[in-house]
């Protein structure tokens, strides 16, 4: 599968993104879904996942009820809502993918995901 992360841009502190994360070349509701995150000199870090279905997520404990993750199986898209963005949320965002139908608990690694989007980068301003 292909992926292909848009959305980043430039954000003030306190306001919202949407990224979303295009996939093509699979069968998308197969696949468990990531977002990860680099910062400049740092590095890359789990932000969320999604089960295949849509109905579980995990969040890294700094983004708990600021970013919402969510997919949409008939536009092979999975998207996520970033909201109260502070300075530290500035980063690459990578989404992620892994073709498996276990528990969003088990794969909060890197090493866990067989397909990578090329990133897109989100700076917010202080």
């Known amino acids: 599968v292909q992926l292909q992360a848009s959305g980043g841009g430039l954000a003030q502190t306190g306001g919202s993104l949407r990224l979303s994360c295009a996939a093509s070349g699979g069968t998308f509701s197969d696949y468990l879904m990531a977002w990860f995150r680099q910062a400049p000199g740092k590095e890359r870090e789990f932000v969320a996942n999604?089960?295949?279905?849509?109905?579980?997520?995990l969040y890294t404990d700094s983004v708990k009820g600021r970013f919402t993750m969510s997919r949409d199986n008939v536009k092979n898209t999975a998207y996520q809502q970033m909201d109260s963005l502070q300075p530290e949320d500035t980063a690459r965002y990578y989404c992620?993918?892994?073709?498996?139908?276990?528990?969003?608990?088990?794969?909060?690694?890197?090493?866990?995901?067989?397909?990578w989007g090329q990133g897109t980068l989100v700076t917010v301003s202080s």
């Open positions: 992620a993918a892994r073709r498996t139908t276990n528990s969003v608990s088990y794969y909060f690694n890197e090493r866990g995901f067989d397909y």
């Open positions: 999604i089960n295949w279905s849509g109905k579980n997520t």
